[in-house]
Nanobody, 119 residues
Framework: QVQLVESGGGMVQAGGSLRLSCAAS????????MSWSRQAPGKQRELVAS???????NYADSVKGRFTISGDNAKNTVYLQMDSLKAEDTAVYYC?????????????WGQGTQVTVSS
């Protein structure tokens, strides 16, 4: 059974940093594409960052230069380092895991972790 458990959310002032973690089990972590998405109140879920099994990364324009996604195959964990946080980064952040040929909506989602940035 595939399971993703996020941690590291919390409340931080604008300009601060947080690091989110997503621990995966029940998958061949090294073969999957891992990603982070977020959903703010009243808004659609948006893809923030992704990393492939080969280490290629992609970021939403809104977080480029501020967020960094990375993975640790030995720990089956993916991270999202968030720096220079803004109030508009406030959202529930979700981890996702999927084989690269599967659309993200059909992948496995974690339960989400709340990030609140105060201005």
């Amino acid at each position: 059974q595939v399971q993703l458990v996020e941690s590291g959310g919390g409340m931080v002032q604008a300009g601060g940093s947080l690091r989110l973690s997503c621990a995966a089990s029940g998958i061949i972590f090294s073969l999957n594409t891992m990603s982070w998405s977020r959903q703010a109140p009243g808004k659609q879920r948006e893809l923030v960052a992704s990393i492939t099994s080969g280490g290629s990364t992609n970021y939403a324009d809104s977080v480029k230069g501020r967020f960094t996604i990375s993975g640790d195959n030995a720990k089956n964990t993916v991270y999202l380092q968030m720096d220079s946080l803004k109030a508009e980064d406030t959202a529930v952040y979700y981890c996702n895991s999927r084989p690269p040929w599967v659309p993200i909506d059909r992948g496995t989602w974690g339960q989400g972790t709340q990030v609140t940035v105060s201005s």
